[in-house]
């Protein structure tokens, strides 16, 4: 049966005009209404219409536009035509003739006979071109047919702005007759409130006015004290300086009250493009204008609308929107949580007192200007004041780790509630989630805690392996290769693999604290900081930010886990670690990434894995009556996947007195798996965003090789590439299916992706298998990189630049030899080089005698060794093993020695400064290893960068000289 569907266009009415005859224009007839035609009728109102090209309202036959007032939609289509490629057109000439200033809104009848596979591509190329948002929620059925036959075949679409104000899309409870259900939008196009606050310039700041009040300040107050009397006094001379120093923003003189929407469309008609192209000339704006490009970019969050209380009343200001948000966002725990058996605790992980490198290496790390929380100061202000104010943060951390006490400033947060995407109805408080601006210097240490715990499960095995997200190596990427690799591997051995996948409700916010502490001390965290994790979930307060109002602070009785901590995530995992906690083999298995549980039995059938899911859901039942905390029934997917329709089985689990009908597809991990593995749906919705990047990266692939070459725009984009020598976007693509293949081989041997073994076959080919064979043979040798290299409080060598930049060495190339500077020790010079040439990579270096302090002495050694072919080596790796071999070398018996390696490798010494998840790991653990060594006689180490450009460094080109030798082709 042919569906005559309609075509729907919301725009400004103050921003276009409708005409069928070329003769009339806006200005003649600004409000003047057009006389309708026997099947058509057009009603404009506007009191500022500014002239524009006109549009041939012909070409959208039996249409009715009707007006609407400014700021609400301005101009309805509504067609009794079905959407075809006229309409298409007439969308296309739309956007272009009115430069994308348009809050559009189009709903389109995919049902239609004329919505052919030809037709879907300009209507999708239209959607990624303008940047158009699907406004139904996923899932949502559109059609009812036959037997109850469903289907999501009417689409909402609506451009960013628009789609940012929408508050609720969705089925209308209305039924009126028609197998295709009515879908009703509402936006809230109310202007927000913008409450002038006041602003601190800090970008403007004096810092060495500030630093120099905040040192003499300082200098005259005690160190010791509780946490809270050390935190009070530090944050009072810092604030003190702060509010006195930094310079304020100005209200903006051009705030006019008579300043309309009309000149601000104006002005920006002629003043936007050329600001834009100026403002992109720049490469260094690019990703700041991607920020300016992305929807909800609001710094105090999305605009709310009255929200609906659960007793069916509406909030009726801010101050009931902040109380209902708060009841809804931090739950009281149920009433009865049932008592957990204690089990023998692990042997508890030693954890060393705080260094001030570790402390230091964060607060270099954070984010300068990432929003603040209560106290207003950004992290900036953190990495200015350290030289002055180091000490004492790392004095106050200490102690607060020592007594397991929290200051109050570290405990209370700025909440701003964030639309979470997808919803139907953003007017309840559950289609919103919060986020929590804490205090930056207590993330500070929440952020050193959080590396350590981390080094300890994976050093020591705390937490079970196949728990992803929250930790290094264990991605959403990986937790999905794994399952669609078992799902295959099921269908191999002609089996049924039948997944049940549960999400907790407000996961960190729901966290049971007495739990918490307890499953964190069974696993071997030490007892002191589980008594500071305590004081971090206790006693917590919360402000909330309802558009521009900022309620009073107020207690948490169950404050759980504060989303935005960086320690929440991985105690999180802690806490259902117990869940999660089962071998992965023949017949199951399960994954979790943070709190989404997943869980799969393998038979023959569906029908024989009924047992198997309803264990599952048993033992998952168990752990929520012992944790306090709750599975949304309606977020609980059952898929079963077989590509025989024989082998499925329809028949509902129930959980909870909830029946949980098995589907066909469901969300797992942000990725929509359908029971066949086709991803048809995925792809769908992923179509416009897909085709709108792959539009946008080839045009900005041949803008670069232009630019590069020089060449005409007319010059095809293959030829452009190959002159500029720049890959096209799909080999870019195959390389990064490669890369992933490669960084599996990589992984520990406790990932548990490194147990799969990809074996050829001709039966359900899965794209890991095709990933192995097109790389079988080519990867036999990997190194093995862990997710660290040393613990987060080892000490790191020392590494001096003489320059900060390469600019600066190459103005400057008198220095010669003289990199060892004055000293009472006496002195070691190892210079150290690598060559890569004639398919070969080795290394070489030379040693001299530097004891009269100046740069004269003997060359006592020197060495030369191949390491291995090109395709094997480089030169980063080579230069990491020319530091260790001369470190391996040195003595026991060397004594009170400084000990100088002077190198041309930036990178090989960035690596050994910052050890990290890299290439190279082994050999840089080696080098600590005996610079310990030798640092046990009362030597000491030093590393030093000298440029390139330096030909006076006479004994770096003897090191070099050495390292081609290991190269020479003729031996």
């Not at 862990?786 to 613990?791: I, M, V």
Request: with cysteine.
């Amino acid at each position: 049966m042919r569906h005559e569907g309609s075509a729907r266009i919301l725009l400004s009415t103050s921003d276009i005009f409708c005409s069928r005859s070329s003769s009339q224009s806006p200005s003649d007839h600004p409000s003047e209404s057009i006389k309708p035609s026997d099947d058509s009728a057009i009603d404009l109102q506007s009191h500022a219409t500014p002239k524009r090209p006109r549009l041939d309202q012909s070409i959208i036959p039996k249409a009715k536009v009707k007006a609407v007032q400014e700021r609400s939609v301005g101009l309805v289509i509504d067609s009794d035509v079905p959407f075809t490629i006229f309409e298409h057109k007439f969308l296309k000439e739309l956007f272009y003739q009115f430069d994308h200033e348009l809050p559009v809104a189009l709903q389109i009848p995919w049902s239609s006979s004329s919505i052919t596979r030809e037709l879907t591509g300009p209507i999708i190329e239209l959607m990624g071109e303008h940047g158009l948002h699907s406004l139904l929620p996923r899932g949502t059925k559109t059609w009812e047919g036959p037997g109850g036959r469903t289907s999501t075949i009417d689409l909402v679409l609506a451009s960013t702005e628009l789609a940012g104000e929408m508050t609720s899309c969705g089925i209308h409870p209305t039924e009126h007759g028609s197998d295709h259900r009515a879908i009703r939008t509402e936006f809230d196009t109310t202007p927000p409130e913008r409450t002038p606050s006041e602003r601190m310039l800090f970008k403007n700041a004096p810092w060495l006015e500030i630093k120099e009040r905040v040192r003499t300040k300082l200098e005259a107050l005690p160190c010791g004290g509780t946490v809270q009397a050390q935190t009070d006094r530090l944050m009072s001379v810092v604030l003190d300086a702060i509010n006195d120093l930094v310079p304020r923003a100005k209200p903006s003189p051009y705030a006019k009250r008579w300043w309309t929407t009309d000149l601000t469309r104006l002005r920006r008609m002629r003043q936007k493009k050329a600001h834009w192209d100026s403002f992109l000339e720049d490469g260094a704006n690019i990703w700041q204008s991607a920020k300016y490009l992305s929807p909800g970019g609001e710094a105090m969050g999305d605009k709310i609308p009255p929200l609906k209380r659960r007793d069916g009343t509406t909030t009726t200001d801010k101050v009931e929107q902040a109380e209902e948000l708060l009841s809804v966002f931090f739950p009281p725990l149920p009433a009865v949580i049932e008592d957990e058996e204690r089990r023998p605790a692990q042997r508890e992980i030693a954890m060393p007192e705080l260094t001030p490198e570790e402390v230091e290496e964060k607060v270099m790390a954070a984010k300068a200007w990432k929003a603040p929380g209560e106290d207003g100061l950004p992290a900036i202000v953190r990495k200015q004041l350290w030289p002055v104010v180091g000490g004492r943060v790392l004095h106050l951390f200490r102690t607060s780790l020592r007594d397991g006490e929290l200051p109050a400033q570290w405990r209370s947060a700025k909440i701003i509630p964030l639309k979470k995407p997808g919803k139907d109805n953003y007017k309840v408080a559950k289609a919103w989630r919060p986020i929590s601006l804490l205090s930056t210097l207590g993330k500070i240490l929440e952020a050193v805690i959080a590396d350590r715990i981390s080094y300890a499960v994976e050093t020591f095995g705390l937490l079970p392996t196949n728990h992803f997200g929250g930790r290094k190596q264990r991605s959403a990427e990986q937790a999905l290769l794994l399952l669609q690799e078992h799902i295959y591997k099921a269908w191999r051995n002609r089996k049924v693999l039948s997944l049940i996948s549960f999400d907790v409700k407000g996961a960190y916010n729901g966290v049971f604290k007495d739990r918490l502490l307890q499953r964190l001390e069974a696993r071997g965290i030490p007892k002191g900081l589980v008594k500071w994790i305590d004081a971090f979930c206790s006693n917590r307060s919360a402000t909330i930010v309802v558009n521009g109002y900022t309620s009073e602070r107020r207690e948490l009785p169950q404050a759980g886990l504060p989303q935005g901590s960086p320690l929440s995530p991985v105690l999180f995992l802690f806490f259902n670690a117990d869940l999660v906690q089962r071998k992965i083999d023949a017949k199951g298995g399960s994954i979790a990434f943070i709190d989404d549980y997943s869980a799969w039995v393998t038979g023959p059938t569906a029908e024989a894995n009924r047992v198997g899911i309803q264990a599952v859901i048993d033992r998952a039942l168990e752990w929520e009556r012992r944790s306090g905390a709750t599975f949304e029934e309606d977020k609980t997917v059952i898929i079963h996947f077989t590509r025989h329709p024989e082998r499925t089985d329809e028949n509902p689990y129930m959980i909870k007195g909830q029946r949980i009908i098995p589907k066909k597809s469901g969300k797992i991990l942000g990725l929509v798996m359908d029971s066949e593995l086709r991803y048809e749906e995925h792809m769908a919705k992923a179509a416009a965003r897909g085709l709108r990047a792959a539009r946008w990266l080839n045009e900005a692939q041949k803008m670069g090789a232009q630019a590069i070459t020089g060449a005409f725009k007319t010059v095809s984009m293959a030829v452009a590439e190959v002159e500029a020598g720049i890959l096209p976007i799909d080999e870019r693509h195959a390389q990064a299916g490669t890369r992933l293949y490669v960084n599996m081989q990589t992984l520990p041997k406790t990932h548990p992706l490194t147990t799969l073994r990809v074996r050829e076959t001709r039966r359900y080919l899965s794209p890991l298998t095709k990933l192995a064979l097109a790389h079988d043979g080519a990867i036999e040798r990997m190194e093995t990189i862990e997710p660290f290299a040393l613990p987060p409080w080892h000490r790191h060598m020392v590494v001096e630049y003489r320059y900060s930049s390469d600019k600066e060495a190459a103005a400057d190339t008198g220095t010669g030899d003289d990199v060892t500077g004055t000293s009472s020790m006496r002195q070691v010079l190892i210079a150290t080089s690598a060559s890569a040439r004639n398919g070969l990579v080795g290394m070489g270096g030379v040693v001299r005698n530097t004891a009269d302090g100046g740069v004269n002495g003997d060359v006592i050694a020197k060495y030369s060794v191949t390491l291995g072919p090109r395709d094997e080596q480089n030169a980063y790796m080579a230069e990491l093993e020319a530091i260790a071999m001369v470190l391996r070398c040195m003595p026991d018996g060397l004594r009170h020695r400084e000990v100088i390696i002077a190198t041309r490798n930036r990178s090989a010494l960035q690596a050994i400064m910052k050890p990290r998840q890299q290439s190279g790991q082994g050999t840089i653990r080696e080098i600590y290893k005996h610079a310990e060594r030798v640092g046990k006689g009362g030597n000491t180490i030093t590393m030093r960068w000298v440029s390139p450009t330096n030909d006076s460094f006479t004994l770096g080109a003897k090191a070099k000289t050495e390292a081609r030798k290991a190269t020479d082709s003729t031996g």
